[in-house]
């Protein structure tokens, strides 16, 4: 069994960065991609970034040039670098994880921009 944790949400003002992290934990191998979501209040949850195993890194165009997915394997963890936030960044973002065949889905991290 696998579990996946958030932390580094917030509450960061416009303009400023937060670094969230999805924190592996428990029998891990076969890792297939690592990605990042969040849902606004209202919302449907989306796909913010995707981080596959070779490293490739894919993202929605509403964050991109403003966010970057990483992945460190000794720490099993996978991190969102948030730059340049906007108000409309704000939701809770969650990561989810494809690993040994299987998903996972951590129970997220509030992020809040104020104007």
């Known amino acids: 069994q696998v579990q996946l944790e958030e932390s580094g949400g917030g509450l960061v003002q416009a303009g400023g960065s937060l670094r969230l992290s999805c924190a592996a934990s428990?029998?891990?191998?076969?890792?297939?991609?690592g990605e990042w979501y969040r849902q606004a209040p209202g919302n449907q949850r989306e796909l913010v970034a995707v981080?596959?195993?070779?490293?490739?890194?894919n993202y929605a165009d509403s964050v991109k040039g403003r966010f970057t997915i990483s992945r460190d394997n000794a720490k099993n963890t996978v991190y969102l670098q948030m730059n340049s936030l906007k108000p409309e960044d704000t939701a809770v973002y969650y990561c989810?994880?494809?690993?040994?065949?299987?998903?996972?889905w951590g129970k997220g991290t509030l992020v809040t921009v104020s104007s």
């Open positions: 428990g029998r891990i191998f076969r890792f297939a991609a």
């Open positions: 981080i596959i195993s070779g490293g490739s890194a």
């Open positions: 989810r994880a494809l690993i040994g065949g299987m998903d996972y």
